[in-house]
Structures are given as structure tokens and as C-alpha cells.
């Protein structure tokens, strides 16, 4: 598989993930199940977009360049992001079309591929002190405002770049990630297990958990080449798929 096939897996598993997320209660009206399976699916993007990132911050002819495309769509995919995700985690709010909008104030997950990025790169070119101040701001930012998968993404892109031309290396760090991403769900369910319960919530997070690791078999199979040139596809999808799929909540809900 090439670099191009795990970029459009990884768009589709995130496009359903963001669908069962905006639209949980009519999906769930067709079947309860529907969302979560959804959710399930959208597990899979999340560490293909971080594999695709760790490969390019070695492939990438411009550095400064990609660095500064990511920083630009981040800026881009950040309204969209605190839009559409408001629809399912509400923190403020704003007044817009004469009505109370939910909003979600952290950051989107280009702000967490752009960190690990950053550090990357760093770490390739030999500035480490650079690459220890982009963590310990990546730290700082996480714990004060919040990103989608926390610092914690941001070391999995950097454990798949130190990974790298190792096709089991790269599965190992990825299970590694999905056990220390969701080892509170698991240990959870493991005691209320053994004590009786029968806990659907944290079940869920487990199977969520096996979800997530289904990419590590997929990135066995990765045959190293690039595949068809699509540089902004990735960039572009991101921020206009949360766009349309706010305007259809809008849509139903604020007219």
C-alpha cells in the first residue's frame, strides 16, 4: 500500500468518526448502534495521519515549507473544529443566527500533527534543544487549553518517526500508543469485570481500543512509495468536511 492509500483511508475513517460524532441522536434513531460503530471506525484515522506524518518529515524536499503549511491549516481547521465538535461537547458558546451555538474550545488535531511535526523535524536536522522547547510547549499547551489526543499523540508521531523503515516497529509503537491511550478504560473494565458489572461505557472504550489498533496491521503492508501526488487533498479535506457537516447541523437545528 502506498502513502496516498493510508491518507484516503484515513479521510474516510474520519469523515464516518465525525458523522456518528455530529449526528449521534438521528443515527442512533435508526439504530442504537449506528454512532457507535461510527466512532469505532473513526479510531483508525488518527494513526494514519500520524504514520503519513512521521514518514513526511523525512521525504519532505522543504521543511520550513511543510512546517508552514501545517501551521496554516491548523489556523484554518480551528473554527470548523470548535464548531462541529460543540455539537457533541459543549464548553461556551456563542450567539450566531440569532441562537445559542455550542462551542468547543481545544484544539484540533492539526495542532497535535503540527507539534509532532515539529519535533520531527527537529530532531532530523539536529536541533534537539529546538525539538525539547516545540515538547515542552506542545506540554504547556495540552495541559492549558487541550488537543485532540494530547501530548500524548504528539509522542506517538515521534515514536513512529524514530520507527521508521521498520514496518513491525511502527505496528509495535502504534499498540504501544492505543494501551497508554486508552489503559484507564482498560482497567476499568478489567475490574468491573472480575467484580460483576457488566459496563457498557468502558466496553465500548475497549473495543475502541482494538479499533485503534487495527492500523497496525494495515501499515505491514506499506511498500514505502508515495503513491499519487495529492499535497493539499489531506489539507483541504480536513477543514471542509467539519465545515459542511456543521452547516447541515445549522441547518436542522438553528432554522
Not at 500520524?50 to 521543511?63: C, D, K, L, M, N
Not at 505496528?171 to 489503559?183: D, G, T
Not at 514505502?224 to 480536513?238: D, E, H, I, Q, V
Request: aromatic share 14%; proline share 5%.
Amino acid at each position: 500500500m502506498t502513502a496516498f492509500a493510508f491518507k484516503l483511508i484515513a479521510c474516510i475513517t474520519m469523515l464516518i468518526d465525525h458523522i456518528g460524532l455530529v449526528f449521534e441522536e438521528p443515527l442512533a434513531e435508526v439504530h442504537p448502534l449506528l454512532p457507535i460503530i461510527c466512532r469505532l471506525i473513526g479510531r483508525m484515522a488518527f494513526p494514519l495521519f500520524a504514520f503519513g506524518i512521521g514518514e513526511g518529515a523525512t521525504h519532505t524536499s522543504s521543511p520550513k515549507k511543510y512546517l508552514l503549511r501545517m501551521f496554516l491549516f491548523a489556523l484554518i481547521a480551528q473554527a470548523p473544529f470548535m464548531l462541529m465538535v460543540g455539537t457533541h461537547h459543549k464548553i461556551t458558546s456563542m450567539t450566531l443566527f440569532n441562537s445559542e451555538v455550542p462551542i468547543y474550545t481545544g484544539g484540533s488535531v492539526m495542532v497535535t500533527l503540527f507539534l509532532g511535526l515539529s519535533i520531527c523535524i527537529a530532531i532530523h536536522e539536529g536541533r534537539h534543544f529546538g525539538a525539547a522547547l516545540a515538547l515542552a510547549f506542545g506540554y504547556a499547551f495540552d495541559r492549558v487549553i487541550g488537543m485532540d489526543y494530547g501530548i500524548l499523540g504528539v509522542l506517538f508521531i515521534v515514536g513512529l518517526y524514530f520507527a521508521r523503515g521498520s514496518r513491525i516497529g511502527r505496528s509495535l509503537v502504534l499498540i504501544l500508543f492505543a494501551v497508554c491511550f486508552y489503559i484507564t478504560p482498560i482497567s476499568s473494565f478489567i475490574s468491573q469485570a472480575v467484580s460483576g458489572v457488566r459496563p457498557l461505557e468502558i466496553g465500548q472504550q475497549l473495543f475502541k481500543f482494538f479499533a485503534m489498533c487495527l492500523p497496525a496491521v494495515l501499515l505491514l503492508f506499506y511498500n514505502g512509495k508515495p503513491g499519487r501526488k495529492a499535497k493539499l487533498f489531506t489539507y483541504c479535506f480536513y477543514p471542509l468536511h467539519m465545515a459542511v457537516l456543521w452547516a447541515i447541523y445549522a441547518a436542522i437545528n438553528f432554522f
